[in-house]
């Protein structure tokens, strides 16, 4: 690879989640590549992304976009088109938006895709639907919006040439949107500092995430009350009031920001993380693993990559019938979960696993395009 000229390319930069670590690797694989994204928030990721040029596209000179960039939705296109990626001969791109959509001008183009656009493909409900943003306003303004993009998304699908997609799950939603293959990477989790955790299970069961409906929050504190179980949720969002509500204070405890050393402190101590909703991948459940923590979790979706019959109870329905169930039977074979099959299961998807995995990939296709 060496004499390429090469640009990284980012949504945005707001944050530091999971697809900053993404590429936070790829960014030390590429210290001299500069980096284009829609919006910049200084300061909001580490040094090895930060200690580089990067380039904003007009978005970042809008009213309130370092905090509002979402409502400039029907102009991600627009941006995307005219982000001015010249000269290079690699472009690599980690997307969950208009990323993978940049005009490419004679570059190839690897992406790291987390996910085609959620919200206007299959969980358009999840974020703009009615019981959210209100009927009208769903119908009447995000739909057509959310038509247009998917029409963006697809037809712009073709400039990208090679597809590496965090899950397998992932992989499926890319075949069925885009009617391209994309070679399954598993993105990194930070499994160390849970390595060194010691597990003293206490008669309780952990939620952690983010409140939203997707998530099915609701699921894990209806069917701890209908069982008599303790339930400790960790996060907070939208959904938080409604959680309230429901929940009876006997069995539910609600911790909206939580710190590291807290969440360390629930993953020593819970029975089991419960995690009814469908992710493309899912770092929480890998977290747990590398703590040894067994999971109950809902069968579909990224799960299906990260845990295993040794690591996890996985159920079907997604309900709160096919939850219960699934936690009576976890309490029936508790014992037989190996903390040594947890903690290699983690170890999957680690940080340097996916760093050789990632270079390896962009060498092959490097290799094939010139071949």
Same mark, same amino acid.
């Given at each position: 690879?060496?004499?390429?000229?090469?640009?990284?390319?980012? =949504?945005?930069?707001?944050?530091?989640?999971?697809?900053?670590?993404?590429?936070?690797?790829?960014?030390?694989?590429?210290?001299?590549?500069?980096?284009?994204?829609?919006?910049?928030?200084?300061?909001?990721?580490? $040094?090895?992304?930060?200690?580089?040029?990067?380039?904003?596209?007009?978005?970042?000179?809008?009213?309130?976009?370092?905090?509002?960039?979402?409502?400039?939705?029907?102009?991600?296109?627009?941006?995307?088109?005219?982000?001015?990626?010249?000269?290079?001969?690699?472009?690599?791109?980690?997307?969950?938006?208009?990323?993978?959509?940049?005009?490419?001008?004679?570059?190839?183009?690897?992406?790291?895709?987390?996910?085609?656009?959620?919200?206007?493909?299959?969980?358009?409900?999840?974020? @703009?639907?009615?019981?959210?943003?209100?009927?009208?306003?769903?119908?009447?303004? @995000?739909?057509?919006?959310?038509?247009?993009?998917?029409?963006?998304?697809?037809?712009?699908?073709?400039?990208? =040439?090679?597809?590496?997609?965090?899950?397998?799950?992932?992989? #499926?939603?890319?075949?069925?949107?885009?009617? *391209?293959?994309?070679?399954?990477? @598993?993105?990194?989790?930070?499994?160390?500092?849970?390595?060194?955790?010691?597990?003293?299970?206490? =008669?309780?069961?952990?939620?952690?995430?983010?409140?939203?409906?997707?998530?099915?929050?609701?699921?894990?504190?209806?069917?701890?009350?209908?069982?008599?179980?303790?339930?400790?949720?960790?996060?907070?969002?939208?959904?938080?009031?409604?959680?309230?509500?429901?929940?009876?204070?006997?069995?539910?405890?609600?911790?909206?920001?939580?710190?590291?050393?807290?969440?360390?402190?629930?993953?020593?101590?819970?029975?089991?993380?419960?995690?009814?909703?469908?992710?493309?991948?899912?770092?929480?459940?890998? #977290?747990?693993?590398?703590?040894?923590?067994?999971?109950?979790?809902?069968?579909?979706?990224?799960?299906?990559?990260?845990?295993?019959?040794?690591?996890?109870?996985?159920?079907? $329905?997604?309900?709160?019938?096919?939850?219960?169930?699934?936690?009576? =039977? @976890?309490?029936?074979?508790?014992?037989?979960?190996?903390? #040594?099959?947890?903690?290699?299961?983690?170890?999957?998807?680690?940080?340097?696993?996916?760093?050789?995995?990632?270079?390896?990939?962009?060498?092959?296709?490097?290799?094939?395009? *010139?071949?």
């Amino acid at each position: 690879m060496t004499g390429l000229k090469v640009a990284l390319l980012h =949504d945005w930069l707001t944050g530091y989640r999971g697809g900053e670590k993404v590429l936070e690797v790829i960014c030390e694989l590429y210290p001299q590549a500069p980096l284009y994204t829609l919006v910049h928030v200084k300061g909001s990721v580490p $040094p090895v992304i930060e200690n580089r040029p990067i380039h904003t596209s007009f978005l970042q000179h809008m009213p309130a976009a370092k905090s509002k960039y979402r409502h400039y939705l029907p102009l991600f296109p627009a941006a995307a088109e005219t982000m001015g990626i010249k000269g290079y001969d690699l472009i690599i791109s980690t997307s969950h938006a208009v990323a993978k959509s940049v005009r490419k001008h004679g570059a190839l183009h690897w992406c790291f895709i987390h996910s085609p656009m959620r919200y206007v493909w299959d969980r358009f409900d999840d974020y @703009f639907g009615a019981e959210l943003v209100g009927r009208l306003p769903s119908k009447l303004f @995000f739909r057509p919006i959310a038509n247009a993009l998917r029409a963006y998304d697809r037809a712009t699908s073709g400039r990208v =040439d090679h597809f590496a997609a965090n899950s397998t799950f992932v992989a #499926e939603r890319v075949r069925k949107f885009y009617g *391209r293959e994309a070679e399954v990477l @598993f993105a990194p989790t930070d499994i160390g500092r849970f390595g060194r955790l010691e597990r003293k299970p206490e =008669d309780f069961y952990l939620f952690f995430s983010a409140l939203v409906p997707y998530k099915k929050a609701d699921h894990a504190v209806r069917a701890c009350a209908e069982l008599g179980r303790k339930l400790v949720v960790l996060g907070k969002g939208p959904e938080l009031a409604k959680l309230k509500r429901l929940a009876n204070p006997k069995w539910v405890q609600f911790l909206e920001t939580p710190s590291d050393e807290l969440v360390n402190g629930h993953y020593e101590r819970a029975r089991a993380l419960l995690y009814p909703g469908i992710e493309d991948l899912g770092i929480v459940p890998i #977290e747990a693993s590398a703590a040894g923590l067994p999971v109950i979790a809902f069968g579909e979706g990224g799960i299906l990559d990260t845990q295993t019959a040794a690591t996890a109870v996985l159920y079907k $329905p997604q309900t709160v019938e096919g939850l219960k169930q699934a936690i009576l =039977d @976890f309490e029936s074979r508790s014992q037989t979960f190996s903390l #040594e099959a947890m903690k290699q299961q983690a170890a999957k998807f680690s940080k340097e696993r996916f760093k050789t995995r990632v270079e390896d990939s962009i060498a092959r296709f490097l290799a094939t395009a *010139r071949a």
